[in-house]
Each structure stands twice: as C-alpha cells, then as structure tokens.
C-alpha cells in the first residue's frame, strides 16, 4: 500500500474513535478538550503505533486502537498547552482553544486530555503487564516532553545555543513521542526487548529528522505552500540548526531579525547555500532518517515494516 | 496511636522519598515542579493510601509509598495549574510557582508532577493487574479534578448555584481525590471490588465534609489561627454551602459583597445562626462524615480502619 493511501485510511479509522469519545461533548471543558482534537491533523503518531504493533505481530492494530488514540490525546494536550505559552493564535486551520475560550479553560482541556491519555492506554487490549510498562513509558515522555518545550522557550533568551543543546531539545519536544508512539505499538503485542528498543531508535530520529526538516521548510518553501510565515525562525531569531551551523562559519544572520522581503530572503538563502549551511543541515537530517531506518533492520521484512520507513522519508522529503 | 502522631510519623516517612527524588533537581523547570512539593504540607492523601493498603492487608504500607507519594504529586500538579487560574500569589507558606517563575514554567512544572504521578504509580510494588487497575483509576481521577475546578470557576459567574451544583463541584474537587487515593491503597494491596469500593465511599464522603468545614471555617475561625482572610468567600460573593441555603431562606448576603469589618463578620454570623444556616451546614458535613465512616464497616477492625476514622473526624473538627 502507498502511504498516502495508508495514511488516510488509518486517519478515517482513528477519527471514527476520536469521534465515538469527543464528538458530541457537553459543557464548556469537554468542549474545549475536544476542539482540536476535532480539527483534523494527519494522525501520525496513532499510525506508528498501529504500524509498529502489526510490525511486530501482524494482525493486532485493532488490539491497540486505544493506545493509538491514547498518543494522539498525548499529542494534542501538548499543543493546548503549548500554543498557551507560545501565545499562538491558530492551529490546525483553527482558533487556538485559549483564543475560542481563556487561559484557564485551556490548561484544564489538556490536563483532561492528558488524564483520558493514560485512561485510554490503560484499557487497551494487552497484557497487564505490558501495558503497565506502556504506560510508565507515557509517563517518562511526557516528563521528557515538558523538558523540550522548557528547552524551546530558554533558547529564545539566548544566542549561544549549541548543536548538542539544539539535538536535546528537539529529540525531547518531538523525537521522544515519536518513539514513544512505535516502543508502545510494539511493547502492547509483546515485543522482545530488543524489538521494543529497535522502534524506540526508530521514532526518536525519524522524529529529529522530522524537525530538522521542519526548519529547513520554514525558510525554503513558499508561504502558498506551508500556510506558514516564511522565514519566520529567522526573523525572530530563533535557534535551529541552520542558525547554529551558520554561526559556526561566522554567518550573522542577526541583522535579518526584522520585516523580510522576498528579495531579503533569497539573499539568506544565497549566502547559506554558499556557505554550505543548506547541504550541511539537509544532510544531518538524511543521516537521522538513515541511523531511524537501519534501526528497523532487525524486525522481520513486512507491509508495515515498510510503510514506517516510508515515514522516515516523507518526514525528510515533505516540502511543507 | 494518636492521629497527629501518626500523621507526623507518615509525613517524615513521604517526604523522605519526596526528597529522595525532588530535593536536588537541576534546572529551572524541575526547580519549578519540586517548589510546592519541598513546602510541606501534611502529606494527607499518601497517608489515607498508606493507611487504607494496611487496613486491607497488614504491613503492605512500604510496598505503596511510591504510590502514596504519586497522589501527593497530583495533588501538587492540581495546586500548580488552580493558582496560576485562581491567579493565587502564596500557597503552603511560599510564594506560588508562577509568582516565582513566570506562568509558562508553571504550566509545565504541573505537567511535569502529572507525569511523575502516572510513572511513580507504575512503579509501586504490586502486581500488574492491580497496576493497571490504579492507573485507570488515578486517570479518570484527574481528569474529574479538572471537571471540578471547571465547575469552581463556573460558580464565580453565577448566583443560583443549587445545593445539588455544589455538591457535584466539591466532590469532584476534593472528594475523588481522597476516593481514588483510599481505593488504590487498596487495589494495589489485592483488595476485593467491595472493599475498595468502601474505601472509595469513604474518601469521597470525607473528602466533601473536609470542604463543606473549610466554607464554615472561613467565615467562624480567627484570621489569625487560619492565617486566612476571614470571610474571604462572603466577600467574594462564592456560592459555598453557607450561601445557598442562606440564600434558599431568603436571606440575602450579596450586601456584603464589600470590604467586611470584625463586626460586619460578626453581623453576618449573627444572622445565619439565627436563620439556621450555620447548624444546617454542619449538619450536612456530620451527615457526610457519617456516611464515610458507615463504608468502612465492612473491614475487619484494625488501627489503620481507626485512624481512617480520625481523619473523617478531624476533617470535621478541625479549627483551621
């Protein structure tokens, strides 16, 4: 099967759940839960875990379906909460739920989601025992998860973030639930240890590779394209990796923190690929999406098997 | 043993793991998490699961500490998030994490101890059936807590709350807490469904006497034994269990809606004894305290079915 064609069967099968639970609400807080949760998305992070479950013991997506809206409810209560603290006004085509109601209604909307989160994967069909060590696994990564965001928001106080500090934040706010999202699918239909590590690896560098690419999207695809302000990370300064290796050469990219033009950004552009920050990051990128493939080397070949690698390049592929 | 004693004895007890794993954490964000946690407090909720696991089976109380110190981090968790909502500037003697940080840290440093709640839960000595059965239950707890102070906001906005309103809104705010940390002492102990059933009864009766006796100590206790502003609720108009049945015997407080002299105090106390009100309220959370107490009729007779009855007791009794 094509991913795409993947992609959109599974988002249809993971809706219908997410709408049998938060369609039809009542009252102002399940309303606000549900408000992005409705707004569609791609449903990645339930495709990898139904994707590495039949990886690991074809047949059992069904068993975990639970589990699968259990990330997705993880995924969404991280982004409620973070549109709070980055004042973001839309998300997903809509009003961000801080916007449509207050402040105080949007932590309580993610701290219910993330409650339904452990709800959901605690009744997942599973061992006991597996889904005891899924759910700890939850509960290290949204620790971890909070780490990244904190991460995120330091660096905007500085100017010297560093490579490695640079990596930690994005395998934290972006990597570890990726991993999280393939080690549960496969932990819930009795992976060995060795399986379970393997779609860990996986997730955390697809989902590095994933934001890497991300950065390089925000200065090189149109605005048309992405829905997104171009060059936006550049205008605010912020610390991707395209500005850490650009300062590494001595590239100042500070006298572009204002208003860009079109013809600005084109001369960014220029003076990056000249100095060969674009090959440079592009091929970071490449070798996380690589050390995420080989990973997979040790689970048997597969229809999912493939169609997780085929996320690992669309994650480096993608053009917005 | 006397409760105070043993309550002194069990908070040494938890903080000693709290300090174990919070007192020298590095970085703003999980300075931030172990901030209210390091303040003290009476560790009630770890005791009532301490307390309920030895009443079911004697001498269990180390194998559920971590379980009991993972009640207080979501009692912690909920405290975070309400005062940065309730825009709340001291708590437990210290200035509030988001008064101390800043609002964003505070998000995540609530989010960060509702995640340690699941993962310090997960590992509790217990059998992973019982695990399971815990999670489930801390989960559809927490998000019941937020349903509660969803309800608790809601009430700021209205004057025609019903007795019914109220009782819903403090069960879910203080009463399931208490409910799910009595139950899950005993499920992960290998209580039997009736059992923990009655610890759940008894927790959520306590815990709704426990607040209906903090609205009549706002109004009765001095200022200077609460360390409270005196009144506080009357003066803001909140629609407590005082309020309403004031109210149902049209007697009408929203004149002092206002800056309340001693005597002003006095006026309104004078007013709602002469009414009734006062000796109604406190009925009702002698009623509540009844019905707690009754549930625990089906455990065998015990020090720790005793000193669970103390708590009830001291819930009502209490000055301050």
Known sequence: MELTQYLDVTADRVDKVIYRYFGDVFGDLFQASAHLL????????PAVVLLSADAVKKGSSDDVMLAAVALELTHTFTLIHDDIMDGDTSRRGVATVHTVWDEPTAILAGDVLYAKAFEFLSVAEASDRAKVHALRMLGKTCAEI??????DMSFERRDDVT?????????????????ASAAIGGVLVGASPVEIDALYQWGINSGIAFQIQDDLIDLLASAEATGKDRASDIREGKQTLLAIRAREKGLDLTPYRRELSASDIDEIIGRLNEAGVIDEVRAVALERANVAKQALGILPDSEEKQLLTDITDYFINRGF
Request: one cysteine or more; charged letters at 30%.
């Open 163 to 179: 490579e490695a500090e640079y990596l930690e934040m994005v395998q934290k706010k972006t990597g570890v639930l990726y991993g």
């Open 146 to 151: 909070c780490e990244g965001q904190s991460l």
């Open 38 to 45: 409705l707004a569609g998305g791609k449903r990645l992070r």
